[in-house]
């Protein structure tokens, strides 16, 4: 992610990357990125209903690329199943899954893909 402005009088072929910890608080605390994780929850929301594992492999094809491993597929359902604790109401799953995907988007390999 850059978050680095570019000089706007010098012409460069490519922009140094920084990583700060702004960037970090802005993936946790920034309402744009929650909006962004609650609208990709929403696409999550059929397949969490049929079964959570499904939902977080999903998840992992579309933000990652890739498949989950068993290890992440078994973490992110006992995370998913624990945060919904902590909501009350019928939106408690899917707030949940907003949780998790923000989550993945604040990964490294969200930023940096091979």
């Given at each position: 992610m850059q978050l680095d402005w570019p000089d706007t009088l010098a012409g460069l072929g490519e922009r140094p990357v920084t990583t700060v910890a702004p960037q970090a608080l802005l993936m946790l605390n920034g309402p744009h990125v929650r909006a962004n994780a609650e609208a990709f929850a929403g696409r999550l929301?059929?397949?969490a209903e049929q079964a959570l594992d499904t939902a977080v492999t999903r998840a992992y094809r579309l933000a990652l690329g890739r498949d989950p491993t068993a290890g992440e597929v078994e973490a992110s359902?006992?995370?998913?199943?624990?945060?919904?604790?902590?909501?009350?109401?019928?939106?408690a799953r899917t707030l949940a899954l907003a949780d998790f995907c923000q989550t993945l988007f604040s990964l490294n390999e969200f930023f940096f893909s091979p």
């Open positions: 929301k059929e397949a359902t006992a995370f998913v199943r624990q945060q919904s604790r902590t909501y009350e109401g019928e939106n």
